[in-house]
């Protein structure tokens, strides 16, 4: 059977047709496209609504994963704080490296201005101990002094939070998560002046928290305190503010009266995030929660706006709204029509945030993202679409009537025939294009033809199939990227998490020597600026010419090599004992390595410490032992003697040399009782006190001695100093010993000042002189025992000082150069309350 293509049919149908059906067929052609034409404005429309629905819902899952990873970033966040040591560098370090950008309008009313801003993540960091008392608390960037008692809730931000109460109650390693906390807000108090909420620049800003608890055991499993860290409801506010479903995608400020804005709410059916501040959940001035709106809200209540948004109880409103919560609880997501208290109609997608910690534990869900589209505008594509296809379908009419009246029976003709060979498949391809619109891509046309049209038809079915494939590898790859973007994250943020906290500076080394980066403890014990780029080793270390000394030696060495040097050097008034070592970067053929920087001087003073008491607790006993040896004979010695000058009334000359002998046995006494105090001296009795009178007393006793010696006295003691345990009697006997020698290092006069005053919560006490001064050698050496400059003494004054004020976990630094004086200065802490 011979093959005809569509040019050989058509031809065919010219020759075999003849003129009478032409009006039938006529007839029958516009009926056929009328109908094709409403066929195809409705399967348009339809397809575009779902398309256009699907992609708003999609808009709306996707923000609520967003939200969703964001929450567990902040328990991640909670983790990871709970590893770093409870202190105020620490916290406020943690507060300003956790930030990001938010978006708002700033400036007035009459002239806003768009804001983009990086805000830390958390309003608070709290270590709340066992008993419920805030130990360390950072509000806003500052360490706070109103520490509380948070295990009564009443005493909390909000007077009724519990999340103390909750998280001490949870095992290891659980997290306690509370609702959405802030004042709430009223509309008098958001619109201020404006009329509307896009108006409202200047009005009042609901300020909000979700706190995040997690309990902290000890090994034993005892609770030995509750992290806090409480989340910056901007932060969730700003997943929500900017979505609009318009062209624009995104807004500063989005617009109510249109119905195109998206809300989120919580897991109870209340809005937490939305353009009017007043729909959102809020307390009350005593801590209550503020009843939601109902259809029994009072006329004055709803003019005031006291009426925040709950979802489950918005019935009234529109019969969705209840439909939509109880759906995001039950894990669904979709899209319903809904109206607004504004009477706009929307349309609104809705999907749940998958979030199941603290008291989101039950639902499985923090609650619910919704994106609203205006009816009009959501059916805006579909419309535009369907009045294309009627305006092109009355053009082709049109034209088919002047073609028809212009041609007469052959264009009736050729109608007839064309409509009976091309309607049947077009159907049948339309019927295929509206499931394809539907998301059955499997879809097939069943055509055998092969003409241009059963071409046109394999093409399609091509196509479809094609589509279907590319589909599923992209989901396929989709879901790849999402689980290798979690898994690159949490092995960053770990890898990161430990590299900056970390006590050890590290900086790693490419093959040439060059400095690729550095952690937060290598900065700062080298006191390093963040790298903007490679720069070499020795040009980065050019400040520390001790330890670019070292280096030299060992940078030339094989790089697999492993190398380790001790340094000590001066900084600052201050000896370091710095560890280096350079240990390759891993073992491949990579040649790059890493240098290590350990601060060990804290380690090394201790060490000395430890050894310089060890010596003087045996001194002290060594001395206690001589000292009874010796006093018993002297006693013995001096009564002899004593007896013997009174036989020898009548010879002055042997009476005069047994006095000075008598004379010699007393000072000698004198030693011995000094050394019997050095080694027998009781730890000090420490009970609060002022050290102000202490000093005073003292220097009411040297100051005639001054005026002797015509020393300038010099006295600045602050009136405010705060009270701390201490020993008055050893104080003043330790600060006599200072006074005395300052007095003595100024044969010739000076100046002696004194000043006392309070410092980074340490009382802080300066004696300086302008005697004499010490010479670097004889520095380390003023605390020993025995040691004396003097000439005369025991050389136990300092030692004894030194004792005195360590017993009160007190220090002394001295700083002394020949011939410009002394300076003692004494630190003593002060006890927080």
């Known amino acids: 059977m011979p093959r005809f293509n569509l040019h050989q049919k058509i031809l065919f149908a010219f020759l075999a047709l003849a003129f009478v059906p032409l009006a039938f067929l006529a007839l029958y052609s516009a009926s056929n496209l009328r109908q094709v034409e409403q066929y195809l404005r409705l399967s348009a429309t339809r397809a575009l609504d779902q398309q256009a629905a699907k992609a708003l819902e999609l808009r709306a899952r996707m923000v609520a994963d967003e939200v969703a990873m964001f929450l567990r970033g902040v328990e991640e966040d909670l983790h990871d704080l709970s590893l770093i040591p409870p202190t105020v560098e620490n916290y406020s370090r943690f507060q300003q490296q956790h930030r990001r950008p938010i978006w708002y309008r700033g400036g007035t009313n009459a002239e806003p201005v768009e804001v983009h801003e990086e805000l830390p993540l958390y309003r608070e960091i709290a270590w709340v101990d066992a008993e419920g008392r805030e130990r360390l608390r950072i509000e806003e960037g500052r360490v706070s002094e109103d520490l509380r008692d948070i295990s009564d809730p009443r005493n909390t931000t909000y007077l009724t939070e519990d999340y103390f109460l909750q998280a001490a109650r949870l095992p290891a390693g659980e997290v306690h998560v509370t609702h959405v906390t802030g004042w709430h807000v009223s509309k008098s108090e958001q619109l201020g002046s404006a009329a509307t909420p896009e108006e409202a620049v200047e009005g009042v800003k609901f300020e909000g928290v979700v706190r995040f608890a997690k309990p902290l055991h000890d090994a034993a499993g005892r609770l030995e305190a509750v992290l806090v860290l409480s989340l910056d409801h901007r932060h969730l506010m700003a997943f929500t503010q900017h979505i609009t479903p318009t062209d624009e995608r995104y807004v500063l400020f989005p617009s109510y009266d249109s119905g195109n804005y998206a809300f989120m709410f919580d897991d109870e059916g209340w809005i937490i995030t939305h353009p009017k501040f007043w729909d959102l959940r809020g307390l009350d001035r005593e801590g209550r929660l503020v009843p939601p709106y109902t259809a029994q809200s009072s006329a004055e209540d709803i003019a005031q706006g006291l009426i925040p948004y709950n979802l489950l109880h918005a019935g009234f409103i529109h019969r969705n709204y209840p439909v939509v919560a109880r759906a995001v609880l039950e894990g669904k997501s979709g899209v319903a029509d809904v109206t607004n208290v504004g009477g706009s109609q929307k349309i609104m997608a809705y999907a749940p945030i998958p979030y199941a910690g603290g008291v989101y534990r039950d639902s499985g869900v923090f609650g619910g993202i919704t994106i609203g589209a205006e009816v009009r505008q959501f059916h805006q594509a579909a419309l535009e679409t369907s009045a294309f296809i009627r305006a092109e379908m009355t053009r082709y009419m049109h034209r088919s009537w002047l073609l028809i009246l212009f041609t007469m029976v052959v264009v009736f003709v050729v109608a007839w025939r064309l409509t009976r060979g091309i309607t049947g498949p077009l159907l049948r391809l339309t019927e295929g294009t509206r499931r394809m619109a539907r998301g059955d891509l499997t879809t097939a046309v069943p055509i055998s033809r092969q003409d241009e049209v059963g071409q046109l038809a394999q093409s399609f079915n091509a196509m479809a199939q094609e589509l279907n494939h590319r589909r599923r590898r992209l989901f396929d790859s989709l879901a790849a990227l999402r689980r290798s973007r979690t898994q690159i994250l949490r092995e960053r943020n770990f890898k990161r998490t430990v590299l900056e906290n970390i006590e050890t500076g590290i900086l790693t080394l490419d093959e040439h020597n060059r400095v690729t980066s550095l952690n937060g403890s290598a900065r700062r014990i080298l006191d390093l600026a963040e790298l903007s780029s490679s720069v070499d080793l020795l040009a980065c270390l050019r400040a520390w010419p001790e330890l670019t000394e070292a280096l030299r030696e060992a940078l030339p060495l094989n790089p697999r090599e492993r190398w380790a040097r001790y340094v000590k050097l001066e900084r600052r008034g201050r000896s370091l004992t710095l560890r280096l070592a350079l240990v390759p970067l891993v073992l491949s053929e990579t040649l790059g390595r890493i240098l290590t920087v350990e601060d060990l001087t804290e380690r090394v003073t201790m060490r000395e410490h430890l050894e310089r008491m060890e010596r003087l607790a045996s001194l002290g006993r060594l001395s206690a032992g001589i000292a009874h040896e010796i006093r018993n004979p002297l006693t013995g010695i001096s009564l002899m003697l004593d007896d013997l000058h009174d036989r020898l009334l009548r010879n002055p000359a042997d009476q005069s040399l047994i006095q000075r002998a008598l004379q010699e046995i007393e000072r000698l006494e004198g ?163």
């Open 671 to 833: 030693l011995v009782n000094e050394l019997l105090t050095f080694a027998t001296t009781a730890r000090s009795t420490l009970k609060p006190g002022r050290l102000a009178p202490v000093l005073r007393d003292i220097l009411f006793l040297v100051s005639k001695q001054c005026e002797r010696a015509h020393i300038q006295l010099e006295q600045q003691i602050a009136a405010d100093l705060p009270e701390f345990p201490l020993d008055a009697a050893k104080l003043k006997q330790a600060f006599l010993n200072l006074l005395t020698n300052a007095i003595d290092a100024m044969p010739a006069g000076g100046k002696l000042r004194v000043c006392a005053e309070l410092h980074d919560d340490q009382v802080r006490v300066l004696i300086a002189d302008s005697g004499e001064g010490i010479s670097e050698e004889r520095l380390p050496l003023i605390f020993e025992p025995f040691y004396t400059s003097k000439g005369e003494g025991t050389g136990l004054g300092l030692s004894i000082t030194h004792n005195i004020v360590s017993d009160h976990g007190g220090r002394i630094e001295v700083i002394s150069h020949p011939g410009q004086g002394t300076e003692f200065t004494l630190w003593f802490p002060v006890p927080s309350v």
